[in-house]
Every structure is written in C-alpha cells, then in structure tokens.
Nanobody, 122 residues
Framework: QVQLVESGGGLVQAGGSLRLSCVAS????????MGWFRQVPGKEREFVAA????????MYTDSVKGRFTISRDNAKSTVYLQMGSLKPEDTAVYYC???????????????WGQGTQVTVSP
C-alpha cells in the first residue's frame, strides 16, 4: 500500500500562511482520494479537507472554508494543503491520509502519515 510523509509545518503568526505537502510512495498515488486531518492533545482527530483521485472534487470543514485549499499533483505523487489567514485555533498536528473514496470520516482512512506540527501564535 502507499506510504505518506508530510512536511511544511512550523511556527507562524496569526494571519500568516503555510503550505503543507504530503508525498506518497509505493502503490499508485492516483488511485487514492486524499484527506487532511488535524489533532490537538486530548481531542479527536478532526477532518480538514479532502480531494478526489483526479482533483475534480474537494470538501472542507466549515472552519477552514475560504482560508485553506487542498490540491494534488499526481505526477509528483503529492497532495498539498495551502493554509491562509491562519488563526491560533488552527494549531494542531496535521496528518494526510489515503482512502479509495472521498470522505470526511477519519475511521475510513487506512493509510496515515506521521504528522507535521503547525503552531499559530497570536
């Protein structure tokens, strides 16, 4: 199955931007819908965004609509999360995940990356 590695996290001031990347290796990347999730200590993993295999459809959680954009480049086996107008409440570990279908249900995804920390200071 595919393996996933996230990068691009870091410390940013409120109002700033970051772009997360998730590179896949192994099985054919384009066979998978991809999702981004985030988690803070003591809370459940939260859906952020997802994209279909060819990028024809996307979905977002309400709190990031208009601020975050998910995209993918199948030639590079990479999915991106462009994050703008960041807020302190966006602070979390961000994970990418792979599944056969577009869904916001974390339990449906069976392949996960190791996560990348995003910290937004006030």
């Amino acid at each position: 199955q595919v393996q996933l590695v996230e990068s691009g996290g870091g410390l940013v001031q409120a109002g700033g931007s970051l772009r997360l990347s998730c590179v896949a290796s192994g099985r054919t990347f384009s066979a998978y819908a991809m999702g981004w999730f985030r988690q803070v200590p003591g809370k459940e993993r939260e859906f952020v965004a997802a994209i279909t295999q060819i990028g024809s459809s996307t979905m977002y959680t309400d709190s990031v609509k208009g601020r975050f954009t998910i995209s993918r480049d199948n030639a590079k086996s990479t999915v991106y999360l462009q994050m703008g107008s960041l807020k302190p409440e966006d602070t979390a570990v961000y994970y990418c995940a792979a599944h056969w279908a577009l869904t916001r249900q974390a339990s449906a995804y069976n392949v996960w990356g190791q996560g990348t920390q995003v910290t937004v200071s006030p």
